[in-house]
């Protein structure tokens, strides 16, 4: 593994072999049941990040019952939780902090087994922050994501208390409506009762 470093205060790793879906599967199976932190496999290459810190998953928790409320009272479709791998059509495996995939695209994906990563793009993600990810979740991941067609992409700055909505126009995200306070207005989701301050509070 190569070893890249984010702000000097955590360490990703990336390999340097290239990986395809189907090599990095195998991979997985295996790591031992000790291996910790997020395995996911960007432009070819395996990157582990370091666990997430307590205000990570915090705030994750918060997103996730904002959205999977919305969703389930609407029966918009599914969401889901950063355990979860998306196969991308571009030949990336990614693991959002939260997701939502529409009725429509799980339909479309024939209705993915549950027991797998998932072969579908997901409508909506949404990436926390931490020292080891901001560059690759503000350039790499971004530059994929709307690649694959994710019709909306936050970035949420925990320490900062700043959410970012990134909606797809064409093949690439618009500037981004940057958010401190107030009503949180999502393209994918109109009508989601929640606040910047809810995330935080």
């Not at 290239?18 to 990157?47: C, N």
């Not at 994750?60 to 979860?84: D, P, Q, Y």
């Amino acid at each position: 593994y190569g070893v890249e470093r984010m702000a000097n205060v955590e360490a990703s790793f990336r390999s340097e072999e290239v990986f395809t879906q189907a090599g990095f599967r195998a991979w997985l199976d295996r790591l031992p049941p000790s291996a910790t932190g997020k395995h996911e496999l960007l432009r070819g290459r395996i990157v582990v990040s370091p666990a997430a810190r307590a205000r990570h998953g915090l705030v994750e928790a918060r997103i996730l019952a904002l959205l999977e409320c919305h969703v389930r009272e609407r029966g918009l479709g599914l969401c889901f939780g950063s355990s979860t791998g998306y196969e991308l059509p571009s030949g990336d495996t990614l693991q959002p902090d939260a997701s939502f995939v529409s009725k429509a695209r799980w339909q479309a994906a024939g209705e993915p087994d549950l027991d797998g990563f998932l072969p579908v793009a997901p409508d909506l993600v949404v990436e926390i922050l931490s020292p080891s990810s901001i560059a690759r979740d503000r350039v790499e991941k971004r530059e994929i994501y709307a690649a694959n067609g994710v019709r909306e992409y936050w970035i949420v700055d925990a320490a900062a208390r700043r959410l970012e909505i990134h909606v797809l126009s064409g093949d690439d995200f618009g500037a981004p409506l940057v958010l401190e306070r107030g009503p949180i207005r999502s393209a994918v989701l109109p009508g989601l009762d929640a606040s910047v301050e809810d995330l935080f509070a």
